[in-house]
């Protein structure tokens, strides 16, 4: 199921791109991006919170000069959670990817430090989300969060995200689960 959301999340980010759609993201859309994704990190449950996720991942995918890889690994079980909260987290962490991409330009290539912020951002949705709704817990995230405050979350990262750091054939991000907003 994962390999099959990947090939059709390649697909659709390439179709902008092979259409020549749009040029780089403005300094205004990058900032509201950023707060965009901060705000979902502190409310995931606002009101508005899907046309925020809606409008992300529509940017994300339109825009050539931030590019975010998403790869197997420890937020897999998100994709497959058929429950409210699973795939909106699971965005989190593209959103998380492509704010950290955007406050460090630089940091393209260190592919350890761009995923692990894009799970950072998805314990932080993922806290608030408990506080609003206890039922909300998941052993995996939990396990994620102990490896956080342990300063072991990198480590994790590289050792079971390994194929994340290998050159890729043009495919672009990995699965976002486009029904899923």
Known sequence: MIRSLLVALSLALLAPAVAGARGPSTAEERRRAVQTTRKLEKDPLARDAN?????????IVAIPDVQVRSCSGPLDVLVEDSGPYG???????????????????????????????????????????????????????????????????????EETMAECGKPQDDEGMGPVPRGSI
């Open 51 to 59: 046309a925020s996720r809606r409008w992300l991942l529509d940017w």
């Open 87 to 157: 795939r909106p987290l699971y965005l989190q962490s593209i959103f998380g990817m492509a704010t950290y991409l955007i406050e460090h330009p630089r940091a393209k290539e260190d592919w350890v430090a761009v995923q692990t912020a894009g799970i950072e951002s998805v314990l932080r949705a993922y806290r608030s989300l408990v506080r609003a709704d206890p039922e909300a817990r998941r052993e995996e995230l939990d396990a994620l969060v102990e490896a956080q405050k342990r300063g072991r979350l990198a480590q994790l990262v």
